[in-house]
């Protein structure tokens, strides 16, 4: 398994960039991807996540209504759109994976004990 992030970038606030991340070995089955940022100075957070299966969705009180996460399966690839950034958006985002069902524990989801696998991540700046 290997995650592979891009899509960072710097842009100004207000802005939107797409972040994608793939899985470049072979195909296998996830029970659910997120993104987490990590500003400097701070602990690493939850962004975003989706069940693979439902394809449920669930977001930080901090970015609901301006980022979406969504999944393409055939690609084994999961996106995160993010409009209207804010300059407190600046962070290394990493994707993650959960191959082994850790977060079936519902408590797991929104933390990186929830996931097994994780990409190298990708830096997004926001300029005030």
């Known amino acids: 398994v290997q995650l592979q992030a891009s899509g960072g970038g710097l842009v100004q606030a207000g802005d939107s960039l797409t972040l994608s991340c793939t899985n470049s070995r072979r195909a296998f089955a996830h029970y659910a991807m997120a993104w987490f940022r990590e500003a400097p100075g701070k602990e690493r957070e939850f962004v975003a996540g989706?069940?693979?299966?439902?394809?449920?969705?669930y977001y930080a009180d901090s970015v609901k209504g301006r980022f979406t996460i969504s999944k393409d399966n055939a690609k084994n690839a999961v996106y995160l759109q993010m409009n209207s950034l804010k300059p407190e958006d600046t962070a290394v985002y990493y994707c993650?994976?959960?191959?082994?069902?850790?977060?079936?524990?519902?408590?797991?989801?929104?933390?990186?004990?929830?996931?097994?696998?994780w990409g190298q991540g990708t830096q997004v700046t926001v300029s005030s």
């Open positions: 993650a994976a959960d191959l082994s069902r850790l977060t079936d524990d519902s408590g797991n989801f929104y933390f990186q004990s929830g996931y097994d696998f």
């Open positions: 989706i069940r693979w299966t439902s394809g449920s969705t």
